[in-house]
């Protein structure tokens, strides 16, 4: 769904998204649940944050 996100003092309108395994026989290790925050306006992904091995979150900083 919508969704605002403030990156770098700037809020952008987003689209957020789950990616997960359809696998169901994968052990929970080999499985993945990805969390994506997309800006249709500009066709980036501005965020992606995943747990495994702890808690990651991968920001967008600036682009050309």
């Given at each position: 769904g919508k969704e605002k996100i403030i990156i770098n003092n700037k809020e952008?309108?987003?689209?957020h998204f789950k990616l997960?395994?359809?696998?169901e026989n994968l052990p929970e290790d080999k499985k993945f649940d990805?969390?994506?925050w997309y800006n249709p306006k500009n066709n980036l992904i501005?965020?992606?944050s995943y747990s495994k091995m702890g808690n990651w979150e991968?920001?967008?900083n600036?682009?050309?």
């Open positions: 952008y309108l987003t689209e997960k395994s359809k696998n990805f969390d994506v501005l965020k992606v991968y920001r967008l600036n682009f050309e």
